[in-house]
């Protein structure tokens, strides 16, 4: 009896880690992308996503149980779908355009009795009110009835090694009991625990609650540190204090704001439905947004007023920044704030340079120059800017060498270094 046949739509951050568990779970697996020149370094054995090895990708392959491919017709015959594409925001509103397109490129291939899940973010409804009519249009079939159908927020933490996957619990659902009966026995096979509600709308919810929660209270924790800055109060020793209370207190650090692929855009979401339905503002989220996107601006106009207190105008000095991914220990640049850090310096007139040993070169924005974390380029500097606290970098060096240190993301330790 040949293995069921699972399709996984968007080869990124989210679907080539669940590929890669579906085939190790026993399933052949067709992993779908648009991008050409992804699948191409798939298909030899390269990965671009640090949770997922080289090896792991190989005996992927290996197996004769992965194909990466552009091709909807080799998803033909599937029993599960799963939908992992982008959804990202467009002048404030969400673009389903990716969803759309899986939908319907899935559609014609959709046959009676298999599954298809949607993992990607998106505003309550989406499955229902969206994906749903695409597939049947494109199929003939309907759901409730001849297909199932169900949502499951995706929960990836790139570069965590801590939680993955496979031992994050998975919050399910379906349109029907038929529905969430397959998504479930589905997941089970994945995962170590699933998490079944009652509907599509409550676990597209739930993912935007989980993101909502850290925006907000990161929004909360940066506005703090910029107030205690003017107040002359070290914020990070007092959130350290406040972590000891066993009860009641969640700590939240603060940094040069917030990106990837889930808090810059998921609460937004909820804020456009809720104004489009209910006619509301919601204004905890607005305000958060307000917050966080203003810290970028913050840590330039703080390294030009320390550079100023050094004698040195940031027009024409040459600054050395560490990491441009928006967390450590991954490569992943999407909507990085680090980034729009370095690009407001080079702005400035700076001669901006960065180490980021984990992002590829065409991921690097124009204008700034990658070079190796070393004591000349320290001593080179008019100042290091710690953005990104990447684990391989010598923070000891860097406080003991540099000139002048700001420090967003509290590293970096002597008298020439200014925390955010």
Not at 242 to 265: D, N, Q, S, W, Y
Request: one cysteine or more; proline letters at 7%.
């Amino acid at each position: 009896m040949s293995a069921e046949k699972v399709v996984v739509i968007g080869q990124g951050y989210v679907g080539l880690p669940l590929a890669m568990r579906a085939v190790e779970a026993g399933f052949d697996v067709v992993g779908l992308d648009v991008d050409a020149d992804r699948i191409k370094r798939l298909a030899s054995g390269e990965s671009f996503v640090e949770d997922i090895p080289a090896d792991r990708l190989g005996r992927a392959l290996g197996s004769g149980r992965y194909l990466p491919s552009t091709e909807y017709a080799d998803a033909r015959d599937f029993d599960v779908c799963v939908i992992t594409v982008p959804t990202p925001l467009r002048d404030g509103t969400p673009d389903l355009s990716y969803v759309e397109q899986a939908g319907r490129g899935i559609g014609p291939y959709l046959r009676p009795g298999a599954t298809v899940v949607l993992e990607s973010t998106t505003y309550p409804g989406t499955t229902e009110e969206l994906l749903c009519p695409l597939l049947e249009s494109a199929s003939g079939l309907h759901a409730p009835g001849d297909f199932h159908l169900g949502y499951s927020p995706e929960r990836i933490d790139p570069g965590n090694p801590t939680w993955r996957l496979e031992n994050t619990p998975k919050v399910v659902s379906g349109v029907d009991a038929p529905s969430l009966e397959r998504v479930d026995g589905f997941y089970r096979r994945i995962v170590e625990r699933t998490v079944p509600v009652s509907s599509t709308r409550v676990a597209e919810l739930t993912k935007l609650i989980e993101n909502t929660f850290r925006q907000v209270n990161l929004g909360l924790i940066n506005e703090l540190t910029m107030l205690s800055h003017h107040l002359g109060i070290d914020v990070w020793q007092a959130i350290d204090a406040a972590e000891t209370k066993p009860f009641g207190f969640m700590p939240f650090r603060p940094g040069p704001g917030v990106g990837g692929h889930c808090l810059p855009i998921d609460p937004c979401y909820l804020s456009w439905q809720v104004k489009r339905r209910l006619g509301r503002q919601f204004r905890f989220i607005e305000l958060a947004n307000d917050v966080n996107h203003e810290m970028p601006e913050h840590v330039a106009q703080r390294v030009m007023a320390g550079l100023n207190r050094t004698g040195r105008a940031v027009n024409g000095a040459r600054l050395l920044m560490l990491g441009l991914a928006y967390k450590k220990n991954t490569g992943d640049m999407r909507d990085s704030p680090a980034v729009d850090v370095a690009r407001r310096l080079c702005d400035l007139g700076a001669d901006v340079r960065v180490a980021e040993p984990h992002a590829e070169a065409h991921q690097i924005p124009g204008g700034v120059l990658v070079v190796p974390l070393t004591e000349q380029e320290v001593d080179a500097a008019d100042a290091v800017v710690v953005t990104t606290d990447h684990d391989v970098f010598d923070y000891e060096m860097v406080s003991r060498r540099a000139r002048y240190v700001f420090d967003a993301r509290n590293r970096c330790s002597g008298p020439m270094v200014e925390r955010l």
